[in-house]
């Protein structure tokens, strides 16, 4: 059995995830387990899982995010508070999550990062969303530094880039953006799933090779091509 944790594993792709790894023994945490906002929550969560699950913890799966809008005509200290709480919830819980992991896995043989970023990572958002996009950006450089940095000691970094897929935030800025118009960008013809999403979480946690550490798997419908 693999011991996960997982956050943000109260809908969407995070209860997909859930469906997807039921075989294995799987901690998930939600906003009922603490706001990621609080600079505590990383910790408490770690501290936590590890406890509920004997000492030993093998995957670290990081899901959890905000998609708020910050367009850039509000009140300048509103902006900044915006994109400081998508930094922190989006990137720097997950980094805080990593770097406990990190030092988890040193001592314990080795074990797997899997990082949930966004197809925004590379070609970007809307002019109300390019701190979600950034903070995305900085999570594949994150896991990127990761894979290269720690290999050697088995310790695995891996990032999936989803494209619109069809969650409460996706429904939501796709009925604030004219659904019909921005599904015509989608070459496939309309947004993944939940599943689709977390059958790659799956893979990368319990079955990708180690030669494809630092590997990020896109999952966009061919909307954006790298």
């Not at 906003?31 to 670290?60: F, M, N, Q």
């Not at 894979?147 to 088995?154: H, L, P, S």
Request: charged share 20%; net charge neutral; aromatic share 6%.
């Amino acid at each position: 059995m693999t011991n996960i944790l997982l956050t943000g594993a109260s809908r969407g792709i995070g209860a997909a995830c859930v469906e997807a790894l039921k075989a294995q023994t799987l901690i998930g945490t939600s906003s009922a387990d603490g706001d990621l906002a609080d600079p505590a929550t990383p910790a408490r969560l770690w501290d936590s899982a590890l406890e509920r699950l004997g000492g030993r913890i093998d995957v670290l799966i990081n899901n959890a995010g905000v998609f708020e809008a910050a367009p850039v005509d509000l009140p300048h200290d509103k902006w900044v508070a915006q994109w400081e709480r998508t930094m922190r919830i989006n990137l720097t819980a997950s980094a805080e999550l990593c770097q406990l992991a990190v030092l988890h896995f040193r001592q314990n043989g080795g074990g797997r990062i899997v990082n949930v970023a966004s197809r925004a990572a590379y070609r970007g958002d809307s002019p109300a969303h390019w701190h979600y996009a950034a903070s995305k950006a900085g999570m594949i450089g994150m896991t990127k530094s990761i894979a290269r940095g720690f290999a050697r000691e088995n310790i695995l970094a891996f990032a999936v880039c989803p494209g619109f897929t069809m969650t409460g935030m996706a429904e939501d800025y796709l009925a604030s953006r004219g659904g019909d118009k921005l599904l015509a960008d989608i070459p496939l013809g309309r947004v993944a799933t939940p599943e689709e999403v977390a059958s790659a979480v799956r893979y990368l946690t319990l079955e990708a090779p180690p030669s494809m550490t630092g590997a990020v798997i896109d999952i966009n419908g061919a909307s954006y091509v790298r």
